[in-house]
C-alpha cells in the first residue's frame, strides 16, 4: 500500500468516468443475433457482427430509442442529426478490426446528473451537480478468455468468444468535476439507478453490462490547470472505483513529492494486492483514424420523436427522493435506501396509497422486509407475497395499538411466506394486544409474587430490573400485552 504523501493537502484531484452500458434489447445493434449473456461461445453470431465481406449494418431502432432516453434522462441536449463513424484499431476479439462508434456528433451532450452523499448518523445528504460531457452509441467487442490465467500475462493460450460482438453500448462521459474516490462511487451507482429506472440496461457489473473506466489526475490546490491524466481499467465494483482512485491519489501526490514525473498511461486494478498496475501508454483519438461509417445513413430524430420518448421517461430517483423528503418527510438517508430500486420504491408508495404511515412503512421495508429479500435468492420484492395493501394493514394494526410490534414481528414470517390478511391472522390467533389495566395488572400482581428476590433487587437500587419484569409480563400475557403501559404499571407498582 502507498502510503500517504505528507503534501496531500497541497493537491487536489481531477475525476472524470467514462462508463460503458450495455442496453438492454434482445438483439445487437447492427445485427438480429441475440444479445443473451452467458451463451455457449460463438453461436450467437453472424456474419453481419462477425464482419465478412459484403454485408451490411441495420440499425437497430430500439438502441436509437434506449440511447435518446437515457440522454433525456441525463439532462443532455439530444442531437437533431448524428451519425456513426469507424473508429480503427487492431485487437483480437473485434473481428472488423475497427468498432463502429461516434466521433465528433454524438447523439446526447451537454447534460448533468446529480449525487448526494448520505451521512449514515445524521441522515443529512450533500448534493453535488456532475456535467455529462456526452452519450453516444456503439457496438462492443467480443471477449478474450485466457487460459492459465485471467489475464493476458501469464496465460498460456487465448481464445475469443465472439458473441458480446455487436451488442449495444452506450458510452457515458463525464466532465472531470469529481474529486474523491466516494463521490466517483456514488456517480457511478446513481448512473447505473437512473438506466436501471429508465429500463435501458440490467446495469450488472459482474456480467460486464456496466463498466467504467477512470480518468485521473492531481495538481496543486488553486491552479486551474489539469495535472496528467492517467486511466485505470479493470473495476468491477463500486468499491473497487473507489479503492483504486483513493490509492492512484496517493501514488500520483507521492510521486510529485518525489520529483518524479507522471506519464500519461492505461493502469489496471489488482484487487488482490490493491494497487495499480502500469499496463501501457494511452493511445490519442488520432491514434483510432475515424472517418465516417460510409454504410450507415445519418440519424435524425424529429421534435414528435424526441416528445414521445420524453412523455415516456418515468419519475428518477433523484426526484423520488427530493418528493420522499418534502412530502412525506423520510431523512435523506431513507429515500435513498428506498429509491435504490425502482421496484422497491413502487413498492413502498404503494404501501402508503394504501393507508401506511410512511416512516413506519419504510422501517418495514427497510428493515425485516430486505433481510428476508435478501436471504431468500429466489424471491423479489415483486413476488413476495406479502402485498403492499396487506404491509399497510399490518402497519396500521401497531400503529392504532391493536397489536404491539412483536406481534407483528411474529406473525410477519407467515406474511412473507404465504401473504393474507394480518388482521385475519391477529384475530385466528387470539393475538389482539391487551391495554385493558386491570389484565395487565393482574399480570403484573402474579408476576411479582412469583419473583420475590428479584422484586427485593429492584428496591435495592438495581432498577435495570425493571427489563427483566416486563419481559415476564410479556411472556405471561403471550406478549400481548401494550408494551408501553405495562412499563409504565410497573413503574408505578415497583415504586410503591
Not at 427485593?456 to 400475557?477: A, H, I, P
Request: glycine residues 8%; aromatic residues 6%; charged residues 25%.
Amino acid at each position: 500500500m502507498v502510503t500517504a504523501a505528507p503534501a496531500k493537502t497541497q493537491y487536489e484531484a481531477v475525476i472524470g468516468l467514462e462508463t460503458h452500458v450495455q442496453l438492454k434489447t434482445n438483439t445487437k445493434i447492427f445485427c438480429n443475433c441475440a444479445t443473451t449473456f452467458g451463451g455457449t461461445p460463438n453461436t450467437q453470431v453472424c456474419p453481419v457482427c462477425m464482419g465478412m465481406p459484403g454485408v451490411l449494418p441495420v440499425l437497430n431502432q430500439k438502441v436509437l430509442e434506449y440511447a435518446v432516453k437515457a440522454g433525456l434522462a441525463l439532462n443532455c441536449e439530444i442531437a437533431p442529426y448524428s451519425k456513426f463513424d469507424r473508429k480503427q484499431y487492431f485487437y483480437p476479439d473485434l473481428p472488423k478490426d475497427y468498432q463502429i462508434s461516434q466521433y465528433d456528433l454524438p447523439i446526447a451532450q451537454h447534460g448533468w446528473l446529480e449525487i448526494e452523499l448520505v451521512n449514515k448518523e445524521t441522515g443529512e445528504a450533500t448534493r453535488k451537480r456532475i456535467g455529462i460531457t456526452r452519450l453516444h452509441m456503439e457496438e462492443d467487442a467480443g471477449k478474450l478468455v485466457h487460459g492459465g490465467s485471467d489475464r493476458l500475462a501469464g496465460s498460456t493460450y487465448s481464445l475469443v468468444d465472439f458473441n458480446r460482438t455487436g451488442v449495444p453500448l452506450a458510452e457515458i462521459v463525464s466532465e472531470p468535476d469529481m474529486r474523491s474516490g466516494q463521490e466517483a462511487a456514488e456517480y457511478a451507482q446513481e448512473l447505473r439507478r437512473i438506466l436501471r429506472y429508465l429500463g435501458v440496461s440490467d446495469g450488472n457489473m459482474q456480467e460486464g453490462s456496466l463498466r467504467c473506466d477512470v480518468n485521473i489526475s492531481v495538481r496543486p490546490v488553486g491552479q486551474k490547470e489539469f495535472g496528467t491524466k492517467v486511466e485505470i481499467k479493470n473495476m468491477n465494483s463500486f468499491n473497487a472505483i473507489q479503492r483504486a482512485i483513493e490509492y492512484e491519489i496517493e501514488r500520483q501526490i507521492e510521486a510529485i513529492s518525489a520529483g518524479e514525473r507522471i506519464i500519461q498511461e492505461t493502469r489496471l486494478w489488482e484487487e488482490n494486492s490493491q494497487r495499480t498496475v502500469s499496463m501501457r501508454s494511452k493511445e490519442g483519438s488520432s491514434d483510432y483514424r475515424y472517418f465516417p461509417e460510409p454504410d450507415l445513413g445519418p440519424i435524425e430524430v424529429s421534435q414528435e420523436q424526441l416528445a414521445a420518448w420524453k412523455a415516456e421517461l418515468p419519475e428518477l430517483p433523484y426526484q423520488k427522493r427530493q418528493r420522499y423528503e418534502s412530502e412525506l418527510g423520510l431523512s435523506a438517508y431513507d429515500a435513498r435506501v428506498l429509491t435504490d430500486d425502482r421496484a422497491m420504491a413502487e413498492y413502498f408508495e404503494a404501501t402508503v396509497a394504501a393507508g401506511a404511515p410512511a416512516k413506519l412503512a419504510a422501517n418495514w421495508l427497510m428493515g425485516d422486509i430486505s433481510a428476508y429479500l435478501n436471504s431468500n435468492s429466489d424471491v423479489s420484492i415483486n413476488t413476495l407475497p406479502l402485498k403492499p395493501s396487506d404491509l399497510a394493514e399490518l402497519t396500521n394494526l401497531i400503529e392504532s395499538g391493536t397489536i404491539s410490534n412483536k406481534i407483528a414481528k411474529d406473525i410477519l414470517p407467515e406474511l412473507l411466506e404465504q401473504g393474507g390478511s394480518p388482521k385475519a391472522i391477529v384475530e385466528a390467533k387470539g393475538l389482539i394486544q391487551i391495554s385493558d389495566t386491570s389484565v395487565i395488572e393482574a399480570a403484573i400482581a402474579e408476576v411479582l409474587a412469583a419473583h420475590p428476590k428479584e422484586l427485593e433487587q429492584y428496591r435495592n437500587g438495581k432498577t435495570k430490573m425493571l427489563g427483566f419484569f416486563v419481559g415476564q409480563v410479556m411472556k405471561k400475557t403471550g406478549g400481548r400485552a401494550d408494551p408501553k403501559l405495562t412499563n409504565q404499571l410497573l413503574a408505578q407498582k415497583l415504586n410503591e
